[in-house]
């Protein structure tokens, strides 16, 4: 059997829609962006970086709710409007001296399983796409937007045995 490889990481590459999201877009008559966060999202990813995770928010679309939002949680590394995710995180990862074992990755679809491929351990909220699934090593129970941030913090912690109580 497999060792967990949880243990090692030292960063999240996380998307947002559909991760930090329900994957919806709303926009108001002005044609303003509006995204709704989960508040237990964000205490677990306050928890994982007070454990000494670093957060990295990569995400394809830009939006001012997704500044204020990792402004709000503390997250430094915000980068929008990513076109290639696999090639950004090989750099970013490289740029810091990183392994792929010590990188964790949250996604939900397509474009994120190029996120996958620079990670040791990629993981997918509950209503990602089949292939995305498929190339996890961890699935979520909840849904993205819904709390499925909060459960891959968990998971993360927990296999640290960081985890509160």
Sequence with gaps: MKSNPAPSVTLLFLDVDGVMTDGCITLDEDGREMKAFNVKDGLGLKLLMSAGIEVVIV????????????????????????????RFCRQFREK?????????????????????????????????????????????????????????????LKARGKWPL
């Design 59 to 86: 995400t394809g679309r830009t939006s001012g709710a997704v500044s204020r939002r990792a402004e709000e949680l503390g997250i430094r590394e915000v980068y929008q409007g990513v076109g290639e995710k696999g």
């Design 96 to 156: 810091r001296g990183l392994s792929v074992e010590s990188i964790a990755c949250l996604g939900d679809d397509l474009p994120d399983l190029e996120m996958f491929r620079e990670s040791g351990v990629p993981m997918a909220v509950a209503d990602a796409v089949e292939e995305v699934r498929q190339a996890a090593v961890y699935v979520t129970r909840c849904k993205g937007g819904a709390g499925a941030v909060r459960e891959a913090c968990e998971y993360l």
